[in-house]
């Protein structure tokens, strides 16, 4: 499917106000050419005794009309662009997060968190300027070029070709050497912003961990010598920019002196009239404030191609998501940049869940996938089976392929050879409707700032304060909800700071067990809990999931009892599976592993 451009179908949509803004920034032009026009003639008039004050009584109304009038036109020509391209912004910010939602998973793991946020913050910024500071400028400027020159050719078409000359400078010649100069230097300034964006990130990210450590003087340090180097670059073009804008005026200023001697010629020639001198004069200065900005605008094209290139690799990311998708499922981009499907009457909540999927089997066939094409494999040739209600644990090293596995299996990433299947269906094509198929528990949920109820009710929106309850039961949250001031309606705290890392664990549970998906996915659950709340949080898990599929990851071996079956995956493939009683009796590398890990009981079992 053909993906939209970024801004030609807001040109559509909004056609008329377009026009109309070129129109008064045209408007605007004229008056001010208008008024230093009607201004120097009635200078030079009313410096000759004029036989009837009535000879320069129209040119007083004409520099009192043009002056009001530049200043009211100019006033609703910018009301008219702001407005507009505010209305743009808002549509170009909501098909961004329309992109960016449903496919959260896939762009996590293809994109870094400051590549999103200098899309958020950067991107569509720039993408509004292309219009206010480029194309009404641009159009603008090549509208009053060709009326420069048919005017001043009605006088004399050889000093119209020279007057085109001038303007053909400062509207093509300087932007274009412009261009050329500083768009590679423009693209490596925006890089550099983008790599202070994503070292800003993980420095906030990970700020304790800085402190800990001691080397926080280090970062501070290292941050500001990388923005001294994009400081330096900056610089670098803000000198040029003054050089460029230099010999803009230059050029407008010897334009100025041709038009004084040309002027004069032809008064001496008895062409025009005297008083005509310093109104043509003084006309070129408003005249070159349309065509001094061309430049800027042009130059500002590497930033707007490299806004648009990240903007379209997460379209790309979107529909390589989405290509397999065989249910139609509707697109942001099919329903319309600034519309929003209904969403359902909570009277509905009852007939939505019926319609969930209540068996997702799992078929895992020759299963291969690496992160660069032509680089190592991440995972090669697994295939598995897993049907409803199985329960399996996936052990292995880091690095190992365990995490590859998991986001194969969610469908954020699409197998470079072979199927992941979900009930019978590629994983990657369910889109955004994955949410119905399995949840994820992982070793860090995230908890918003806000109320313990509405955490959990992430799972699902419509969900009634009693389900929520009855999760929040099932994830053994009640004394915890008792001891707090306001039961679920407590708030967090930003990222869940109020609470300790198990009973965070426990509220991101009761979100999964609210969402009631046939499969779910734990991702190393436990770490960082002490053995102790370890083992009371897999005892929940495994209570609260009982008939789900579970694939859980883990590097520990407490618990692993409770599964149907225990994979081993080691260079990335399966070298080891079976029950655990099987591979303890079979495997002596696993019953190693087992004593280490839990030797209070494999100690009674070999008694």
Sequence with gaps: MKRESWLTPYVSSYLGRFLLIVLLGGLTVFSASSLMYTSGFLISKASIPPENILLIYVPIVGVRAFGTSRAVIHYVERLVSHDTILRVLSRMRVRLYRILEPQALLLSSRFRTGDILGM???????????????????????????????????????????????????????????????????????????????????????????????????????????ERTVARADAALRRWARLRLFLAHAVVGIAVVSMLMWSGGEFADGNIPGTLIAAFVLVVFPAADAFLPVSDAVEKIPQYRNSLRRLESIETAEADGEENNGTGTRRASETGAGETEPAADTGDTAAANAARIESAPISLQRLSYRYDAGGEWALRDLSLEVPQGRRIAVLGRSGAGKSTLLKLIQGALRPVEGRALIAGRDAAGYGDRIPDVLSVLNQSPHLFDTTVANNIRLGRPLATDAEIAAAGEQARLGELIASLPQSYDTPVREAG??????????????????????????????????????????????????????????????GVENMDEVLFVENRTLVMRGTHAELLEREPRYRRLYELDCPERFIPEQA
């Design 497 to 558: 700071q109020r609470f300790s890392g198990g009973e965070r664990q426990r509220i991101a549970l009761a979100r999964i067990l609210l969402q009631n998906t046939p499969v779910i996915l734990l991702d190393e659950p436990t770490v960082g809990l002490d053995p102790r709340t370890e083992r009371e949080l897999l005892a929940t898990l495994f209570a609260a999931t009982a008939g789900k599929t579970v694939i859980w990851v883990t590097h520990h071996l407490v």
């Design 120 to 226: 958020l913050a950067d991107d569509i910024e720039y993408l509004q300027n292309v219009y206010l500071r480029t194309v009404f400028p641009s159009i603008i400027a090549l509208l009053l070029y060709a009326a420069s020159v048919i005017a001043i050719g009605t006088f004399d078409i050889r000093f119209a070709v020279v007057v085109g000359l001038y303007i053909l400078v400062l509207v093509a010649v300087l932007p274009l050497v412009s261009l050329l100069l500083t768009h590679r230097r423009q693209e490596s300034v925006k890089q550099q912003r983008n790599a202070l964006y994503q070292k800003l990130t993980d420095a906030v990210l990970g700020m304790g961990d800085w402190v800990i450590s001691g080397r926080q003087s280090r970062f501070v340090e290292t941050y500001e010598a990388d």
